[in-house]
């Protein structure tokens, strides 16, 4: 037998190796939010319509949704730091374009680029756990995970301040200043990690996977505005029908599938990707309501005639309660696993919702049952990584959390067509304007907190209680040791 090889040592200037793919998760979070203040505006200040306008946020989402699993797999064949550097680099070049034009269809396309670095924050982890020693991963990986919820509620209050007090350009100006910043430190700190699978890039089941994912999301987000039974929605969705089980099909067949549909298929890993989509939709409510909710004017009843910084404000606290709980939330995955801690954070959600159900009146208590959701979504971003990573071999790390992001990201999108068609429907006129009722919010809330008690469901038939994640995340057997030799072997 080969001699053992010793976990990994710590990275090169260990310091700053987990604070540098933390800021860079927090950056791209950061983009997916950045141009929500500005929706409103966007028409008059491009000659565009507000339709035009939404493709800002929507464009995002599709590709995000498609590149984070492709490029994932990327980086589990060809270099995770490689292709977190492709990512960074796209991040930049979106920036840009939309920092140097005020044409809808270049800012489209540059907010298309912004959207495909989601793909960081899965690429992150998966060096987190190939780089780190066993007993660092969990609480590293925690971090690195709640950074899709940091940035969210980080990005809307300085957005914010940026279009209340400054060119609107400027707010992309800075994003590709920090995109290069983060290339610099990637450059700098981050190491390549030797482990690779093998087999080559499944090019068609990537195309296959892109063309399932943009009819689907598209017929979910611009439903709404087309019409649910119009010839173009429902054709997207006959389209998805049938390239979902066509791509399935192939996927099973090939030698290197990009998604092994096999293992996905395992209840450990299947129940974690329903639980992090469920878990996306019911964080998502929480970012999509309290902003607008506080701005309604008080000839609503209920509003409370907010400014956008304001608004934007209500979320900073729970972005940095999700700062100081990842240290904690690992901690409670190292102690009873991570599937008591999803199953934890599944209900202080729930919780959370059921305070804003009962206290939509006043600004604290919106501000505080906003914080208990953001509480709930850091545990719930520290666990599901966690459990992806203790499911599939170390080979397969970029992929499978690649498509638990997806995941989330589907929900997200499920969230925001549900919390649209309420908003739109559910309404009275107040002030001489179309509002939504009181109602119409808290139909929201309790939506929200029933995708969250849901995730807890699916939770509590994952198999078995695991076991502390200290002993086992960044093994693909007994020891950490063995899944590097066997990926080194195969490079």
């Known amino acids: 037998m080969p001699p053992a090889i010793p976990p990994p040592a710590d990275p090169p200037r260990p310091r700053f190796f987990v604070g540098v793919l933390a800021f860079c998760g927090v950056v791209v979070a950061v983009m997916q ?6 929706l409103p505006h966007v028409p008059a200040l491009t000659g565009s319509t ?47 374009m939309c920092a140097v034009s005020s044409h809808i269809g270049i800012l489209i396309a ?21 780089e780190l020693p066993p007993a660092k991963v969990l609480s590293s990986v925690a971090l690195m995970s709640s950074t899709l919820g940091i940035g969210a509620a980080v990005g809307l209050p300085v957005a914010a301040l940026v279009v209340e007090h400054f060119d609107w350009h400027t707010m992309f100006w800075a994003s590709a ?6 290339i610099v430190l990637v450059l700098w700190v981050v190491p390549e990690s030797p482990l690779r699978s093998r087999g080559r890039f499944d090019g068609v089941g990537a195309l296959g996977l892109s063309a399932a994912l943009v009819a689907v999301l598209l017929a979910i987000t611009q439903g709404a505005d087309w019409g649910w039974t ?57 970012s999509l ?8 004017p008080k000839a609503t009843g209920y509003g409370l005639g907010a400014s956008i910084v304001v608004s934007g404000l209500c979320l900073l606290p729970g972005g940095l309660s999700m700062v ?14 991570p599937k008591a801690a999803l199953a934890l954070a599944a209900a202080i959600m729930a919780v959370g919702y059921g305070v804003r159900f009962f206290t939509s009146h006043s600004l604290p208590m919106i ?15 520290s666990a599901l990584p966690a459990l992806v990573m203790r499911a599939v071999p170390v080979s397969e790390t970029g992929a499978a959390n690649g498509l638990n992001t997806l995941m989330r990201s589907v929900g997200q999108a499920c969230c925001s067509a549900v919390v649209a068609a309420i908003l739109a429907n559910v309404t009275f006129q107040a002030g001489g304007h179309t509002v939504p009722t009181l109602h119409a919010y808290l139909l929201v809330f309790l939506i929200a907190a029933g995708a969250a008690l849901a995730a807890l469901v699916a939770t509590l038939f994952l198999p078995g209680r695991t076991a502390p994640a200290t002993a086992t995340v960044g093994a693909d057997s007994a020891t950490g040791a063995t899944g590097r030799t066997t990926a080194q072997e195969s490079a």
């Open 289 to 296: 309501v309290t902003a607008q909710m506080v701005q309604e």
């Open 110 to 130: 540059g907010r298309a680029l912004q959207g495909a670095a989601l793909a960081v924050i899965p690429l992150g982890i998966s060096i987190m756990r190939d």
């Open 177 to 182: 200043a920090l995109g290069v910043l983060d």
């Open 230 to 286: 119009s010839p173009r929605t429902l054709a997207l969705l006959g389209a998805a029908a049938v390239i979902w089980p066509l791509w399935g099909a192939y996927e099973l067949r090939t030698r290197s599938p990009l998604v092994d549909l096999r293992v996905s298929a395992r209840p450990a890993v299947l129940l974690t990707n329903v639980a992090a989509l469920l878990i996306g939709f019911a964080f998502y409510a929480n």
């Open 324 to 337: 100081a709980l990842s240290p904690v939330s690992a901690k409670i995955s190292a102690k009873y696993g």
């Open 33 to 38: 939010t950045l141009v929500v203040p500005l």
């Open 367 to 381: 501000i505080a049952g906003a914080t208990v959701v953001a509480c709930g979504t850091a545990i719930a971003y």
């Open 50 to 96: 507000p339709a035009a306008a939404s493709w800002l946020v929507t464009v995002t989402l599709l590709t995000g949704a498609v590149f984070t699993p492709v490029l994932g797999r990327a980086g589990d064949m060809y270099g995770k730091r490689k292709l977190l550097l492709v990512s960074l680099g796209v991040l930049t070049a979106g920036s840009v």
